[in-house]
């Protein structure tokens, strides 16, 4: 069930949850809801969403880790129904593409090997690139 706040203001997503918008939801639990993407990128793209608010995934108590995780894979096993193929996304922060600052974890299925979000070509990892960040971002 909802929490009895309507969530946030102007939070789009709060409306759905809290059935002021509506959504075509395909699964709902106590903790996480999952519906069609108003203007998906193939057939079938779902949204899910946390009820709780928070604008990033960083931001959610960890003792909902599991609730959302087990929520997302059973969401992925209906989209079996569609493609074995999908995309489980999150876009973080403006500049990843974030419109909608309520979490949100994207399911994309894909249909073909014509990839929509290609945008430039890809370089490989230079060695000396790849020690700087490993020493950045494998420290605890
Ligand atoms: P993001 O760019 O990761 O913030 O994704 C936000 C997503 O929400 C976009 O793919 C939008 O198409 C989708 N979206 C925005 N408003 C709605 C809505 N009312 N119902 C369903 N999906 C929506
Ligand atoms: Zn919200």
Redesign the pocket.
Known sequence: MPPPSGGEPGC??C??VHQR????VVYEDDEAIA???????TRG?L?VVPRRHVDRLTDLPEAEYAEFLRAISNVCRRVDRLSRHYHVS??QGTL??????HL?V?IIPRYSEENPFAVHPRVRLDDTEGRALVSLLGAP
Not at 21 to 24: D, F, N, Q, R, Y
Not at 96 to 101: E, M, P
């Open positions: 789009i997503f409306a759905i918008e509506p959504a075509h519906f069609l993407d108003l203007y998906p990128h793209h949204l999150v876009n990843a593409g974030q419109v909608v600052f949100h994207h």
